[in-house]
């Protein structure tokens, strides 16, 4: 069955540091691969998507994530974290044809002043 | 501006009332979608609609119906709520076209429905 595994249900961070949330995907064939975020009260935003080509791509507020093959992962980093960062992330994955997201159960990121 | 918008907000109602929860996209996707969200923050799809037509129907209690009067819109009539139903309800849309697609899905702002 194809699945979505976000392994940190909670994150702290201190401000300025840097992050990494952690994404694995189990699927037939790679699908494209999401990041979303949700502030508190607020819908899900989207940060960056992979499809296909360079495995390093570039999202918005400064986010990047690694696309690898052979770990079945799709991490997202940021290399210094501001306290408007503070939210939860959905690590998130479609087949192409299936037209519906398979989500992770999210990363609850905590920054601390 | 709003690209896709659900009203209401915020839905407080009593069990065993029937409500329903409208969304509308002005991107010209023609695919929608309902998620429920709970309160652990797990998303799940419930239905997918392309071009008005059902493609998408997960185990979902039958007292859930959409409606999708034509492609900008979707909305969500639930019967008989339960206490159960307590969620966040979000709408999404996308431009999928035929056979494969990687567009992504836009969020609306989700609907608190909360039974008492």
């Known amino acids: 069955a194809q699945s979505v595994t976000q392994p940190d249900i909670h994150i702290t961070v201190s401000e300025g540091a840097s992050l990494e949330l952690r994404c694995n995907y189990s699927?037939?064939?790679?699908?494209?691969l999401f990041w979303y975020v949700q502030s508190p009260g607020q819908g899900l935003q989207l940060l960056l998507k992979y499809f296909s080509g360079d495995t390093l791509v570039q999202g918005i507020k400064g986010f990047e994530a690694e696309f690898k093959r052979s770990q079945s992962s799709f991490n997202l980093r940021k290399p210094s974290v501001h306290w408007s960062d503070a939210a939860e992330y959905f690590c998130?994955?479609?087949?192409?044809?299936?037209?519906?997201?398979?989500f992770g159960s999210g990363t609850q990121l905590t920054v601390l002043p | 501006d709003t690209a896709v918008s659900q009203t209401p907000k915020y839905l407080v109602t009593q069990m065993g009332n029937d409500k329903s929860i409208k969304c509308e996209q002005n991107?010209?996707?023609?695919?929608m979608y309902w998620y429920k969200q709970d309160s652990k923050k797990f998303l799940k799809i419930m239905f997918s609609y392309n071009n008005k037509e059902l493609i998408i129907n997960e185990t979902v209690p039958n007292r859930f119906s959409p409606k999708s009067p034509d492609k900008a819109h979707l909305n969500l009539h639930i019967n008989s709520l339960e206490l159960g139903d307590s969620a966040v309800y979000f709408c999404a849309s996308s431009q999928e076209g035929r056979g494969r697609s990687n567009q992504p899905q836009h969020f609306g702002d989700g609907t608190r429905l909360s039974i008492l």
């Open positions: 998130a994955a479609h087949s192409g044809s299936a037209r519906q997201l398979t």
């Open positions: 699927y037939g064939a790679t699908p494209y």
């Open positions: 991107l010209g996707h023609d695919t």
